[in-house]
């Protein structure tokens, strides 16, 4: 059964080409076509591009791009088996380190409640001692002397000293504890303003500025009036920018996957999640 490598080369050769002029037809690099020939898929962006790239290939060629496409699939289909199964075990071992710095934290957020808890308790408990019903505190010496009657009164007047067991025994001062002081809230970091296209970035004679923002995974190719293309993998957050006299032509790998501004004026969007578009013509 023929490969896919073998299928590319053996067409290319018949029809007299190098990879450098199908690289210029079909827009591809030139170091992703020798990797599609030699069946080097690590060396190749993700799948969903890997096989916009088959069809541009054997579309240049001429040859059916439903068989170079199955040809894809069967030779590459243990590289990414393996590939997704090396991404779920990293998955597993990242979520793994995150359940066990929850636990640590949990356990250390446990203990200082319970320290704070003990540090109101205990202080408490020693100030206040329960009292029991035998403790005898002890007398004024005045109050175990005998009252003298006064002056006016007369003798049979005078009452006897109060018992001993008559005396009550003073009682502590109420503990008040210290308030709980309140946290401090914490200060909102501030907000990053927007970076809008800058006043001078349209420079003299009318430069028309390009921005690209990726939303998801997405390979772009850009073509700056006649100059030479350019071929970036963006990555979900990234953004690039390019300056132009007259007009782009962009090649998007997954059409839904970025945002696309002139001028700072919103381009698109140009196609579903995915879809490969070509020839985008964008001018003033």
């Given at each position: 059964m023929e490969?896919?490598?073998?299928?590319?080369?053996?067409?290319?050769?018949?029809?007299?080409?190098?990879?450098?002029?199908?690289?210029?037809?079909?827009?591809?690099?030139?170091?992703?076509?020798?990797?599609?020939?030699?069946?080097?898929?690590?060396s190749l962006p993700a799948k969903v591009f890997t096989k916009g790239f088959v069809r541009s290939y054997a579309r240049t060629l001429g040859l059916d791009e439903d068989e170079a496409l199955q040809l894809f699939l069967t030779s590459s289909n243990s590289f990414y088996e393996r590939t997704q199964q090396e991404q779920q075990h990293v998955q597993v071992k990242i979520e793994a380190a995150h359940r066990s710095r929850f636990n640590w934290n949990l356990v250390l957020i446990l203990f200082v409640v319970?320290?704070?808890?003990?540090?109101?308790?205990?202080?408490?408990?020693?100030?206040?001692?329960?009292?029991?019903?035998?403790?005898?505190?002890?007398?004024?010496?005045?109050?175990?002397?005998?009252?003298?009657?006064?002056?006016?009164?007369?003798?049979?007047?005078?009452?006897?000293?109060?018992?001993?067991?008559?005396?009550?025994?003073?009682?502590?001062p109420p503990v008040i504890a210290p308030p709980t002081p309140e946290p401090e809230p914490k200060p909102m970091p501030p907000s990053l303003p927007a970076s809008p296209v800058p006043e001078d970035a349209l420079g003299p004679g009318g430069t028309l500025v390009l921005e690209i923002e990726a939303t998801q995974l997405t390979w772009v190719v850009v073509r700056s009036d006649d100059q030479a293309p350019h071929e970036a993998l963006l990555q979900p957050g990234q953004?690039?920018?390019?300056?132009?006299?007259?007009?782009?032509?962009?090649?998007?790998?997954?059409?839904?996957?970025?945002v696309v501004r002139l001028n700072g004026e919103s381009r698109g969007p140009f196609g579903k999640p995915g879809q490969v578009v070509r020839d985008i013509l964008l001018k003033p």
């Amino acid at each position: 059964m023929e490969t896919l490598g073998g299928f590319f080369q053996h067409a290319r050769e018949r029809q007299g080409l190098s990879l450098e002029q199908v690289a210029s037809q079909t827009r591809i690099q030139q170091r992703h076509l020798h990797a599609l020939e030699e069946e080097d898929y690590a060396s190749l962006p993700a799948k969903v591009f890997t096989k916009g790239f088959v069809r541009s290939y054997a579309r240049t060629l001429g040859l059916d791009e439903d068989e170079a496409l199955q040809l894809f699939l069967t030779s590459s289909n243990s590289f990414y088996e393996r590939t997704q199964q090396e991404q779920q075990h990293v998955q597993v071992k990242i979520e793994a380190a995150h359940r066990s710095r929850f636990n640590w934290n949990l356990v250390l957020i446990l203990f200082v409640v319970i320290a704070g808890i003990l540090f109101y308790l205990l202080p408490e408990q020693q100030e206040n001692p329960t009292p029991t019903a035998k403790s005898e505190a002890p007398l004024p010496i005045e109050s175990l002397q005998e009252p003298k009657p006064s002056p006016a009164e007369p003798p049979h007047s005078v009452s006897p000293a109060a018992p001993v067991d008559a005396v009550p025994s003073p009682l502590p001062p109420p503990v008040i504890a210290p308030p709980t002081p309140e946290p401090e809230p914490k200060p909102m970091p501030p907000s990053l303003p927007a970076s809008p296209v800058p006043e001078d970035a349209l420079g003299p004679g009318g430069t028309l500025v390009l921005e690209i923002e990726a939303t998801q995974l997405t390979w772009v190719v850009v073509r700056s009036d006649d100059q030479a293309p350019h071929e970036a993998l963006l990555q979900p957050g990234q953004r690039i920018t390019w300056k132009a006299k007259k007009q782009y032509l962009l090649t998007l790998g997954n059409a839904a996957g970025v945002v696309v501004r002139l001028n700072g004026e919103s381009r698109g969007p140009f196609g579903k999640p995915g879809q490969v578009v070509r020839d985008i013509l964008l001018k003033p």
